[in-house]
């Protein structure tokens, strides 16, 4: 299965030691029979997630994990940067470490890329056979009128803009990555808009978001400020 291409998995961590050995042992269960490295981006976690990611080079290898550590948060967006400088594949794979985003979904990524020859393939939330799992209430309604806000300022022509389980042709997420401006849970947004805009052919995978098992969220009131923030510069930018 997509013998030729290699898959360059970047996973930005902060925290995230009781979750980062589950998720690489399910990368390895979900697709193996594809070429692929696993890019494990640290931003200097005090709980010792790079002490369990150097066990586990010495179980996988350091050629299939590469630990790519910074020294502090310095933000979502250049952790992808960051991630993609190191990266050798032809294709990213970006996604989260706290099982939000689980690896089953990987090989239906591939497959769809690899029938329909699209520049990026990104998960959605929102079509049939999609959802959440795990939420309040609350936090569906709010996410799902912050997708709704978005999309009737932006028409992006995505149905899941904040989603961030998506896989790139490595050119295209070069090439997009290079344009944007924002930072923390905007970023998503803004890849996804200016991919859009720049006509890049974009196709959805169904996939259901399960809210993070071990650790606590990283979303408060401040990111959503962020949001509208964001929405508002792209409204004004694309």
Known sequence: MAK???????????NERLNIALIIF????HIPDVDFEIIVV????PDGTQDIVKQLQQVYGDDRILLRARPKKLGLGTA????????????????DADLSHHPKYLPHFIKKQIETGADIVTGT??????????????????????????HTLLWPGVSDLTGSFRLYKKSVLED????????????QMEMIVRASRKGYHI?????????????????????????LKGLVYLLFTT
Request: hydrophobic share 35%.
């Open 42 to 45: 640290d931003d200097g976690s």
């Open 203 to 227: 196709k959805e995978v169904p996939i259901t978001f399960v809210d993070r098992v071990y650790g606590s969220s990283k979303l408060g009131g401040s990111e959503i400020v962020e949001y």
């Open 80 to 95: 992808y940067i960051h991630g993609l400088k190191h990266a050798s594949g032809n294709f990213v794979v970006i996604m």
């Open 4 to 14: 030729q291409n290699k898959y360059s998995i970047i996973i930005p961590t902060y």
């Open 26 to 29: 399910l990368v390895f269960k």
């Open 125 to 150: 939330r929102y079509v049939k056979g999609g959802g959440v799992h795990g939420w309040t209430l609350m936090r569906k309604l709010t996410s799902r009128g912050a997708n709704v806000l978005a």
């Open 176 to 187: 997009t990555i290079s344009s944007c401006v924002s930072k923390g849970y905007v970023f």
